[in-house]
Nanobody, 131 residues
Framework: QVLLVESGGGSVQAGGSLRLSCAASGDSDKSPCMAWFRQEPDKAREGVAAIDRDGSTKYSGSVQGRFTVSRDSSKNTLYLQMNGLKPEDTAMYYC?????????????????????????WGQGTQVTVSS
């Protein structure tokens, strides 16, 4: 089982930046595919950015070019650098992980931003962007 704990959320003005962190513990080495999702009240959870076991990344169209996902394997930590924040980025942000060791690249590309692919989830960190 993987335990995920997010941090780094907060309130910023439009155009500002935040860096989210997700510390993984437990069997984190067995769940090398990780991602960030976000969710607004009464809306579906949305995939934001994902990274596979080889470091390949995938982004949603709404954050492409503004957000960067990365990982520090030595610290078992996933990051999301968010620049050029907009009010529509306001949401609860969640870190997630799954065991993708049996998948190929094509499969990962199809499911990387789908919540159903992920088995381990953090509790979330709130990001609020004011105009």
């Amino acid at each position: 089982q993987v335990l995920l704990v997010e941090s780094g959320g907060g309130s910023v003005q439009a155009g500002g930046s935040l860096r989210l962190s997700c510390a993984a513990s437990g069997d984190s080495d067995k769940s090398p595919c990780m991602a960030w999702f976000r969710q607004e009240p009464d809306k579906a959870r949305e995939g934001v950015a994902a990274i596979d076991r080889d470091g390949s990344t995938k982004y949603s169209g709404s954050v492409q070019g503004r957000f960067t996902v990365s990982r520090d394997s030595s610290k078992n930590t996933l990051y999301l650098q968010m620049n050029g924040l907009k009010p529509e980025d306001t949401a609860m942000y969640y870190c997630a992980a799954w065991d993708c060791s049996w998948t190929n690249t094509e499969h990962w590309e199809r499911v990387a931003l789908r919540p159903a692919a992920y088995l381990s989830w953090g509790q979330g960190t709130q990001v609020t962007v004011s105009s």
